[in-house]
């Protein structure tokens, strides 16, 4: 509750807190927004591969152009500007940046930025959920032992998420269910890039007018993000997957607590303890009123009959049994919340969320019959989906994780609603391939881990 007061006192310091961004994408662009109007920050570089991109979002945000013509990361940091590079090796120095963005999204290049980020000695705000959902947990362990922070970003729905499950611990709730709300039909598993916007009602002249990118709208809608984003928040809270994956049950915001409880009582989960995703839409395609689409919530229990009173007593919306309630938050605004995390990491040394343990896996799934020979094109596109499960199962079968799932070719073919394993490629990632080589590690550290305590 005091981030902006030690903001303050930084700035009124001389000392505000220095910050490389790499990536001027929405989410970048979004934090750009508002990190020039609180005071605290200063956006010492931006990197992306396109320096006329990043030129037009530090405009298109209200930044004077003269406030951006540094010629280098040190020379902003002495005149109180900003420098755009295209190299974001050139903002890892933490004798000059302190915490790092990484708003690329894309799990291949966040995952190299992050450990060169920490080799660096820089704090990282990971907005490239993809990233963490392929090797989260490595992740946190690297910056751990370069005395450093790594956090998820604050505004995106898991760093959110995990803001709701600790406040419930540590009230002394009982969590039973966490996560987001989406728009979500069945058949939407295996829509395409090329029929994308009939789902959302548009058409493909007015979304190319609005900029609207096709992947990425597909993601949201395939199952995908969601998967990722859970897997993230399984991850950080120790909230379970359940076995099958999400089931995206359709639920109001007033039903949330009838809804997420444990079959035995009534709801729709396989138990007690479980992340999971509430879909805007009846099976029938009709809306949800008052649905959740943008938001999140956290599902919790009394416990007791003096603390299911007190829950009465305010006002508290429950089941009919007066045991679960639930608490909600109606909209996210991402990139615009992001200083939250920036602030937390340098000033308080603490993440908005970090991945504890490897709990729940994003893997990828066959949309259609795949036949050796294919070149999968990863999320968002015509071949994979991401599917939610278990990270166990993930190891035991060879799963090939979503965020890796792009530009490797099948060498076996994998039939409709099949995991991708690892057998099934022509051809492994290279060894140049951070996020792969993470993934892999991770994988081995947890089979080993698995061998010593069966043995």
Same mark, same amino acid.
Request: with cysteine.
């Given at each position: 509750?005091?981030?902006? $007061? ?44 396109? +320096? ?38 050139? %903002? ?14 894309s799990p291949v290049a966040g995952m190299a930025h992050a450990l060169g980020a ?67 039909? &069945? ?13 959302? =009602?548009?058409?493909?002249?007015? +979304? ?57 009582? !009534? ?42 009173? $007190? ?24 990139? %615009? ?8 990491? +340098? %000033?308080?040394?603490? &993440? ?13 799934? =066959? ?24 990270? =166990? ?7 090939? &994780? ?14 409709? !609603?099949?995991?991708? $394993? ?28 698995? =061998?010593?305590?069966?043995?």
């Amino acid at each position: 509750m005091n981030l902006s $007061r030690m903001l303050a006192e930084r700035q009124a310091a001389g000392e505000p807190v220095r910050v490389g961004v790499i990536g001027a994408g929405a989410f970048g662009t979004m934090f750009l927004s508002q990190a020039r109007r609180a005071p605290g920050f200063h956006v010492v570089g931006v990197a992306d591969l396109d +320096a006329e991109r990043a030129r037009a979002a530090l405009a298109r945000t209200g930044w004077p152009q003269e406030s951006y013509g540094a010629a280098s990361v040190a020379e902003a940091a002495a005149s109180g500007e900003t420098c755009i590079t295209t190299d974001a090796r050139e %903002l890892m120095d933490s004798s000059i940046v302190e915490v790092i963005v990484e708003a690329t999204g894309s799990p291949v290049a966040g995952m190299a930025h992050a450990l060169g980020a920490f080799e660096a000695g820089c704090h990282v705000v990971m907005v490239t959920v993809e990233a963490d959902a392929v090797a989260g947990p490595l992740l946190a362990q690297r910056a751990a032992e370069a005395g450093v922070v790594y956090s998820m970003a604050y505004g995106d729905q898991p760093a959110l998420i995990c803001e709701m499950v600790d406040w419930a611990r540590t009230t002394g709730f009982e969590v039973v269910a966490a996560g987001k709300g989406t728009r979500y039909l &069945p058949i939407y598993h295996s829509s395409t890039p090329e029929t994308v916007w009939g789902h959302y =009602a548009l058409t493909a002249e007015r +979304a190319a007018q609005a900029g609207f990118n096709a992947k990425m709208f597909n993601s949201f809608l395939d199952g995908t993000k969601s998967a990722i984003e859970m897997a993230a928040v399984a991850n950080a809270t120790g909230l379970r997957p359940a076995p099958g994956g999400l089931g995206f049950p359709p639920s109001s915001t007033d039903e949330l607590a009838s809804v997420l409880r444990p079959r035995e009582d !009534g709801g729709t989960l396989a138990g007690s303890g479980l992340v999971e995703v509430v879909t805007s839409l009846h099976r029938d395609g009709s809306q949800v009123e008052k649905d959740l689409r943008w938001g999140v919530y956290v599902v919790f229990k009394a416990g007791n009959d003096y603390v299911a009173g $007190r829950m009465a007593d305010y006002g508290m919306a429950t089941d009919e049994s007066g045991e679960y309630s639930a608490l909600y938050r109606p909209y996210h605004l991402i990139g %615009l919340e992001l200083g939250v995390s920036v602030a937390s990491v +340098a %000033l308080r040394g603490e &993440p908005t969320g970090v991945a504890n343990a490897w709990v729940g896996d994003a893997v990828a799934v =066959a949309k259609r019959d795949l036949a050796a020979g294919e070149t999968l094109d990863g999320e968002g596109g015509y071949t994979v989906w991401g599917r939610l499960q278990p990270a =166990a199962a993930s190891v035991e079968a060879g799963a090939v &994780p979503i965020g890796l799932a792009g530009g490797v070719t099948l060498g076996a073919p994998v039939a409709e !609603g099949e995991v991708v $394993r690892w057998e099934h490629l022509a051809e492994l990632p290279g060894e140049g391939n951070a996020a792969y080589a993470a993934r892999r590690e991770l994988e081995e550290a947890t089979k080993a881990q698995g =061998a010593a305590v069966r043995g």
